[in-house]
């Protein structure tokens, strides 16, 4: 894409760019000249090499989390992460229990995940979280049952950017010996992330949402206590007979470096994708009937999640082309459906449908924020001018009081 | 989603944009769809005593398509008699904006919209 035309980046929840220091340290591991040996040769030095470079970037995984390394598996990503921790678990534990408890605005890699496990006769309940996005911890007690063994919560939802109380969680799943699992795709290099402190039992982790490459991820699988996780991938035995497969070397060292950056940068990083969200928020409250989904305080520093009241989601896309970002609405996804995360938060049709998700990184700059600024004011100015549910609201009509025509 | 640059014209400078006075005897009133599926269109038609629509204005609240189909339609509309308007087909509105399948609704909308609004004309002149 040229500079000139590129659209300005404001989706980096979806995936952020490789950071030029971990692309810099990946090409060292890939041609002739570097190291590119297979790190389950045993018998040669380019096989030793790789494997080093495999450790150490498992140790730095380890070190953002505060995990010992041997409690780190390498998958695809954390879909590969999810999938495994949660039939993984489910399987083991089968014969205690064919009862799971999720929430329902899971990424979808739990969800359908989930829904694979009633095919195979497990039952799951899914939760409704409260109106701000977060789990009501009594709701979760009470939908314990005697045979529940695997719990799935996420840390960070990648929509709406909300914190969940993982620490509660868990220690509540500890009490009723439930497995617990949490998909920290989005919090992890966002949110502190302390493994010694946290009763979690498996997490899901991936690279590219943290400035690492895409198809590399991690699962963590707790020592102590010891989990057991049945394998979904069979072949040579690799990660402990957890997950066989070569190890991809340059993939994982960028995980590796990604990690590392994470943790030494993150403070301050965040401290300025605070700042960038709230000088957009700041800077949109001049516009009337605009409404902040999620919670305000239990949430990322990079996130934004708003709706526009009025205006039509795929409309609003069309008018926003400069601006990357994630819609809520119908068409610029595949299905028809609006954001089935808002429609949980008990979000109206309408204002699912015009919800827009801006997330901001490590790349992001003010003069982003300014610009995206000038857009959004130009696209809801120009598309409540032609609303007539605007110009209803204008003459003080309660809109949902009005009989509409259906078709 | 690719839209036509026709669509992309009506709707980046869309024509006829307004309101008439609903209670006005001269002006017809079309309000069509619903928020909650994503698109409201109204048309307002404005007949002379000869019976010809002498303007029309629109809002919509819906997508770029829906907006464009509404926009067309105040075009075509102008200038002609209640009964010739009552001849626009939302086939036609589909093919002059290239509107892909999915968005085939956005010209029924557009379609019910007119008759609305000449419904609405014709009812006031009885009452
Ligand atoms: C919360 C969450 N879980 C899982 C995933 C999937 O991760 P991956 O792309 O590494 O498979 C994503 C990213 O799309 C995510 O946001």
């Known amino acids: 894409m040229s500079p000139a035309k590129a659209p300005i980046y404001l989706d980096y929840s979806a995936t952020?760019?490789?950071?030029?220091?971990?692309?810099?340290?990946?090409?060292?591991?890939?041609?002739?000249?570097?190291?590119?040996?297979?790190?389950?040769?045993?018998?040669?030095?380019?096989?030793?090499?790789?494997?080093?470079?495999?450790?150490?970037?498992r140790a730095q995984v380890a070190a953002l989390i505060n995990a010992d390394a041997k409690e780190i598996v390498w998958t695809s990503g954390a879909t590969e992460s999810?999938?495994?921790?949660?039939?993984?678990?489910?399987?083991?534990?089968?014969?205690?229990?064919?009862?799971?408890?999720?929430?329902?605005?899971?990424?979808?890699?739990?969800?359908?995940?989930?829904?694979?496990?009633?095919?195979?006769?497990?039952?799951?309940?899914?939760?409704?979280?409260?109106?701000?996005?977060?789990?009501?911890?009594?709701?979760?007690?009470?939908?314990?049952r005697p045979d529940t063994t695997v719990v799935s919560v996420m840390h960070v939802n990648n929509e709406i950017g909300v914190i969940q109380d993982i620490k509660a969680i868990g220690e509540i799943c500890r009490a009723n010996k439930i497995v617990f699992h949490v998909d920290a795709a989005q919090s992890a290099g966002k949110v502190e992330i302390d493994l010694e402190t946290m009763p979690v039992d498996l997490m899901s982790f991936s690279a590219h949402k943290v400035y690492g490459p895409k198809g590399i991820g991690a699962l963590y699988v707790r020592r102590k206590p010891r989990v057991r996780i049945e394998a979904q991938i069979h072949g040579g035995g690799h990660e402990r007979g957890m997950r066989s497969g070569t190890l991809p070397t340059h993939q994982i060292v960028g995980m590796g470096e990604a990690f590392r950056i994470a943790k030494l940068e993150m403070?301050?990083?965040?401290?300025?994708?605070?700042?960038?969200?709230?000088?957009?928020?700041?800077?949109?409250?001049?516009?009337?009937?605009v409404y902040l989904n999620g919670d305000l305080e239990q949430r990322i520093a990079g996130n934004l999640n708003i709706s526009f009241n009025f205006v039509e989601g795929e409309s609003l896309m069309m008018s926003l082309k400069n601006l990357a970002l994630s819609s809520g609405s119908a068409c610029?996804?595949?299905?028809?459906?609006?954001?089935?995360?808002?429609?949980?938060?008990?979000?109206?049709?309408e204002l699912s449908h015009s919800s827009l998700r801006i997330t901001f990184g490590r790349f992001s700059t003010i003069d982003d924020v300014d610009q995206a600024l000038?857009?959004?004011?130009?696209?809801?100015?120009?598309?409540?001018?032609?609303?007539?549910?605007?110009?209803?609201?204008?003459?003080?009509?309660?809109?949902?009081?009005?009989?509409?025509?259906?078709? | 989603m690719a839209y036509s640059e026709k669509v992309i014209d009506h709707y980046e400078n869309p024509r006829n944009?307004?309101?008439?006075?609903?209670?006005?005897?001269?002006?017809?009133?079309?309000?069509?769809?619903?928020?909650?599926?994503?698109d409201v269109m109204k048309l307002q038609i404005k007949v002379n005593a000869e019976g010809v629509i002498e303007d029309a204005k629109f809002k919509t609240y819906g997508c770029g398509s829906a907006i464009a189909s509404s926009s067309l339609l105040t075009e075509w509309v102008k200038g002609k008699t209640l009964e010739q308007a009552k001849q626009i087909k939302n086939t036609d509105i589909a093919a002059e904006l290239e509107l892909p399948p999915v968005k085939i609704h956005c010209s029924v909308l557009a379609e019910d919209a007119i008759r609305a609004a000449i419904e609405d004309y014709q009812s006031k002149q009885q009452g």
């Open chain 1, 332 to 349: 610029t996804s595949a299905s028809l459906e609006p954001s089935y995360v808002l429609r949980a938060l008990g979000r109206s049709d």
């Open chain 2, 17 to 38: 944009v307004g309101s008439f006075n609903k209670a006005d005897l001269q002006i017809g009133t079309g309000m069509v769809g619903a928020p909650a599926c994503g």
């Open chain 1, 16 to 57: 952020t760019p490789v950071d030029p220091r971990v692309a810099e340290k990946m090409m060292q591991y890939l041609t002739l000249d570097g190291v590119f040996g297979n790190p389950a040769s045993r018998s040669h030095a380019f096989g030793w090499a790789a494997e080093e470079a495999i450790e150490e970037a």
């Open chain 1, 267 to 289: 403070a301050a990083e965040n401290e300025r994708l605070r700042m960038l969200r709230d000088r957009l928020w700041q800077g949109l409250q001049d516009i009337d009937e």
């Open chain 1, 82 to 144: 999810n999938n495994l921790a949660i039939k993984g678990a489910a399987h083991f534990n089968e014969r205690r229990g064919k009862h799971l408890i999720t929430v329902k605005t899971e990424h979808k890699a739990v969800l359908d995940t989930c829904r694979q496990l009633e095919r195979e006769g497990f039952e799951v309940t899914y939760l409704d979280p409260e109106p701000n996005g977060l789990l009501d911890l009594e709701k979760f007690k009470a939908a314990i």
């Open chain 1, 374 to 407: 000038v857009s959004l004011h130009q696209a809801v100015n120009h598309l409540r001018e032609l609303s007539p549910l605007w110009e209803m609201h204008q003459e003080g009509i309660d809109l949902s009081t009005v009989k509409w025509a259906a078709h």
